[in-house]
């Protein structure tokens, strides 16, 4: 990969990595007035109760989904710091330019992906 590409890659991993951080953090500013409130005397009524599955499921969804992918972007940006991005992490062999374009963090090639999807 030459270092045109890389800088290149960088970039759309930066772009989503910053995007990520201000997603996580316009929720958590949102969010804590509101989940103050719920505590309080609007709790019984049904309006609220879907309000409180709904701060679950946006827990559980920064929690797993984008604390892993957060993680993902990081990992890349190592990568590319140590050159080895752009590399699979199972066969270390090139993942293509076509997964990169559409997930510039991945770190794993297409059929070594499609294993461990397979194999869960
Ligand atoms: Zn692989």
Redesign the pocket.
Known sequence: MTKEELEYYKNLIDAKRNSLLKEMDDWKNSHSEESNNADGQYSFHMADQGTDTMDKEYKYYFASLDGELLHELDQALERIENGTYGL??????PISKDRLEAIPHAL??I??KGHEELSR
Not at 88 to 93: D, H, I, L, P, S
């Open positions: 699979c992490m199972e066969c270390n062999q794993k090639c059929s070594c």
